[in-house]
């Protein structure tokens, strides 16, 4: 199996299912001499914890993350950083139920397919629970980005969309309410939203938007590695996520080339950003501002039909504790991942002069 | 310098410069015993050709591939085929008027700033020129694929967009037209919209939509290379890409999971297909389908001011020939990366059970 | 810090310091449906366990593995293994000695100059305890490989050196002694000599040989990738080994091609094995064989000279519980990355045809 | 096929047959403004070019390399170098006689038993005539290399050896004959032995040894890229090698750790060099010194047995124009491997500090 490493230089390979004993990971590349503010890491994980407000899945897990390696005397050493995040809430249930049948739009049947079998309980692999090692790792690439301004907030929840461009928004209020909407009139209407979609036992999809500030510029690598290429990687490589725009993304397509172009101010900034602060795939020093696109969730607390390995119909009913609407938790998720690819380019940005 | 592969199992490397003698690639991986249809090969390069009717460039560039390995007796040996394109069309030209200045919205200036001086012949490596080595590669690519098929069409040309969906599109009129779009009628309104454009010296963007059908279940691998993931990557690679959805895509956003779910039939295949033919990031077997935003390219043949390397504000004549829009020729480009990335997935999937 | 991950599919990834609370790894890429004989892994690791026999360290470590990932009802579910061996005999011990100085031929002054600082309880990062990680690893590619037989032992202490040909030893004899060779005679010389040495507080080197039978033609990859030259790098990345040579080796260097040529058999085998069952990088599946170079451990216990961060000369007193000879201990960990790199090759070689 | 590329950062990737039209190759990380010496990248491939002397094969080839791409102006772009050194002594032989047979020792069988079928015109991809593209690439890495120096030579052939430690060795005297031998009267025994064994239509072995002096501490990664790691999988994938040894190599085995271990001067430089200049991977800025064992070339100018394809036995008459020794030109091999891995970690050497 391929695909459970991310990066180039600063590179983060992780493991676990989702309800297994643990999951981890280990974060390779992070130079030598870096004080790692721990707590911040923590404060990460809880900003993507279950449990912690109201519309989120009432599942409990602490979410701990222990370090093995890596961090000698409150600093990274260079080595390896090896940690794990136990799983405190595996019940020992019953799967008899899903063992032999494929939820829809569950990835069950696409790894019995693959792999001829698969760990049924609960999303295995699959599950968004793997994140929880991303954000990890992405605290620790935030800090190593310094004075770089990472923030994701949610900007569309079903149809109900914040029409203010960033630049009008008060970044900071996005973690005053639960739904990580900056905007506190449209966070409430959201919020309700969800409540009354969670009521049904249905889920609702949303966009995540996010702004990368203090960016230099030089970093992201031509052709295959453009940096907004490794962005969509790495948001697609999100669970739920169906679509990446950055700058004028989908909007752009309809615009003249000569209203689109970026005229530079003398000092090199432009006085549009059309081009999301990224030129030819290399960041230019503006902002960088992208959207990611979640579907709405596949489990649903509702009884429907489906079939099992054999092809016969059978019926399921959805229960326990999950997400109406994966966004507002997916908001650190988002920015770990985008820390991972600037820390990375950051890294890499050193080899390309002599 | 990063960045100039594309693959894990299949990988292709690129070389060269918009203005270099030749540019061209290595393509590893490819298994022993594929019988080569050379013309396949030519007959892709030539729906990227420049020239090749009076919506594209102008430019004159034959665009003939030379192999110089990996091949005998008509057939891939398992060794790393390397092969050059030669550009025919070099003038020596006096580039001293771009030599200190940056385009807006090209890559001129973060070339500077990333490598401290770059090869300001045209556009060196940020070319789009870049991408024929692309559609040689992803032209073996298809034939490795067998059976799956990829088809690429323009469908939006600035507001103009084709409401259908793919089902109701007879794609295979897509070559009919130089727009590249299957609906003749919309085909015809595009093409007469981007002569305007063109007549005004400015440019436009555009959609790309791609449908790959035949994909076998189990292509993809979890996590961080998730099908849709490197699609992402890959489309985004491509010059003046700014956006990727697969499946339902930034419109699924809006719909509540009891809709969005694709419930079994059976035989595994699904009702809907929300999931665009993809679940946890691998292949279900259904179509796979993603859209592309092209922006409108920044090259336009009007008089803009910019700044040279002082930051001194200097008048710049755009000249030459270029494509008003994009999309018809990043057709090829679009379905040769798809290609790339479902070889390699096929490859992988050798390797997920005993 | 590059240089943590060993293999292309079948992957291993490692962190860990001697120190710390624990050691471990991911092993990536092992195919869906092995089903694991966990006693078998154990087994690997006690016989590379400290404190085993009278001439290894009598350190106690207790060397449990603990699986947490990629193993469901026995089997493995191809999703990445994720491990943990915890270092149960971590003393907070005081330091303050070795904090500032550097003890001669260990990785002390190198870390320091590379990192800027250091792990400097034990050899941190560089300790042969990292080792417990790959012996784990290389014994699942070791049931992965099916019936390939891999038996590494020890051929040489200090000048006691074992004159036969492996074909001509009883390999079934080589666990039967503390020193893992297998003629009981030489042994019991070995054994006698690492006794006298330790006694001195000293150390001695040795060679290890090792013996792959039973591998099928077509593993390894041309150029860069040659089978024997993964091997070498394997080789050389265990601790302490100053060398490598397989088939006819450094001695065949004497050789006539005419002699060295190894006459094929109507069969496909050859008469001769000179090239170590290797030709052009790729086995032909006579028997694999090389040998492998220890140098005498650095860590003494005795008195001696050495300088501290400024330079200024120190006296250190070599204590605690060491190696005298670190062949006997190695002998799993030769296997172990011998494992690995057959069965990357073995999981590649699925690749190479159409 | 995997085993392509070589390197982290400074990554070569080649591609060519002996009898295609030609080889080349993509060397990929130069960072930008490397002020190239084109002329000193010649004088390498014409130290390993056929017939420089008379005891080397007399096959004419010119092994012009010509460049491509990522120089502009005399300086490297920091985008990839693509270049091809055309085969011009590519002759329309008749093949077949060795299309359906199995030379001995060579790499025929092997491929066939791979890939199915071979490309069986001379050694294909197994040639030997592979690394001329490594020269073109060692060649530039010495010049990113700056005053780090690296110098191979002869040390043995057949069981005429050199045994001067290099230190007492004029190493500007090596190129002084056609041997590579930097001792006169040896070199003129061991060139006397080459002509009598070429005379009988024969081959033998021999062994270059290589010294690197002003590398700075700190290259090289711990664990599984050791510095001393690469440079033996460097050297391994080098045809005819047999074995790699560093510092004290195969005789170390016999020393005791108390003499093995190099004492520190007060500036960090040791008394003796018995590490090789390596510690636990990692520089320590002592002379870096190791040896590399060719068997004697498998071409034999004799008549021998051997099989078709078929099992059949056959008669193969050696014909054409070969290297009775094959050290003298391998020398500028060894020196271009031994480059590309430290100038790769020279690169990598800038990320392990904040």
Redesign the interface.
Known sequence: ??????G??LKL?????SH???????L???????ELDLQAIQRDLDRRRPGQSAIVTQRKEADQV?F???I?EG?T??????F?IPNTNQKSRDYTHIKET?R????D???D???????YRG????SAR?TVSRVVAGAIAKQLLGNVEIQAYVS?V??IKLQKPYEDLDLSKTESNPVRCPDPEMAAEMEAYIKQ?RK?G??????ISCVVSNVP??L???????L??????A???I?AV?????????D???????D?????????S?RSN???GI???????MDIYF?V????????L?Q????DRE???VQLQGKGRHDPCVVPRAVPIVEAMAALVLADFK????????
């Open positions: 199996m391929a695909g459970n490493s991310f180039t230089i390979t992780t493991f676990g299912e297994g004993e643990a999951l981890g990971g280990i390779e590349g992070c130079p030598a001499g870096l222990q093995y390696s890596g000698f600093k050493t260079g080595t390896p950083i090896g794990l494929y829809p739009s569950h990835a049947y696409v790894y397919q693959k792999y001829g079998f698969r760990d999303g295995g692999r699959s793997e569309q079903g149809s979609v049904q249905d889920t609702v999809g949303g966009v510029a030089g992201g690598e031509p052709v295959f590695d453009k907004h290429a490794r962005l969509a990687l948001m697609l490589s669970n169906k679509g990446f725009e950055y700058g004028s993304g989908f752009g397509v309809q615009m003249l080339g000569s689109h172009n970026d005229a530079f101010n003398p000092d090199g432009t059309f081009s999301g030129q030819g795939g290399i960041s230019n020093g959207n696109a979640f579907k709405p969730v596949a489990t649903l509702q429907y039909d489906t079939i092809g016969k119909v890294l890499l940005s050193r080899l390309s002069k002599l």
